[in-house]
């Protein structure tokens, strides 16, 4: 059974998060012709420094932009700190295995989810019912013991 811990619930700060979110990728898909999807920009940024050469700014601005924010949200109203019960081994393990299905899926959920849908991308829309699909069905096995 999933039960909402009513007293951290932040509905506004998440609304206005998806509403930046949303702001952001318009702004770069409108200002400069570029998809906002994070695996794609870190990718390509990483690929860049590998052989050898600069980012292209924007990327960096990109990037930097939302780690900077993060820092800033989390000075100005810390999260509480999360509970997951789990030893790091399979946190690391789903972690690589998140990153794998980025690089398999062609990018990430912020590519497909918020830029890919937005465009109507077929591509995007299965790639975003694969996402929840297994998020539903991993959600239910690990609450189901």
């Given at each position: ?17 998806g ?19 994070i695996?794609?920009?870190?990718g ?19 990037l ?13 109203a ?5 509970q ?5 081994e399979?946190?690391?393990l ?52």
């Amino acid at each position: 059974m999933f039960n909402v811990d009513w007293q951290h619930f932040t509905p506004w700060s998440a609304l206005a998060g998806g509403a930046l979110i949303g702001l952001s990728a318009g702004a770069l898909g409108l200002g400069a012709g570029k998809i906002a999807g994070i695996s794609g920009i870190l990718g390509a940024s990483v690929d860049a420094l590998r052989r050898g050469a600069a980012p292209a700014g924007w990327r960096m601005a990109f990037l930097g932009g939302i780690v900077a924010a993060s820092l800033l949200w989390a000075a100005r109203a810390p999260v509480p700190g999360a509970q997951h019960g789990h030893a790091w081994e399979p946190i690391a393990l789903a972690g690589l295995l998140v990153g794998f299905g980025t690089r398999l899926g062609s990018g990430c959920a912020s590519g497909h989810g918020v830029c890919g849908l937005s465009r109507l991308s077929a591509r995007s829309a299965v790639a975003v019912a694969t996402f929840m699909g297994f998020a539903m069905l991993t959600a239910t096995v690990l609450h189901a013991r």
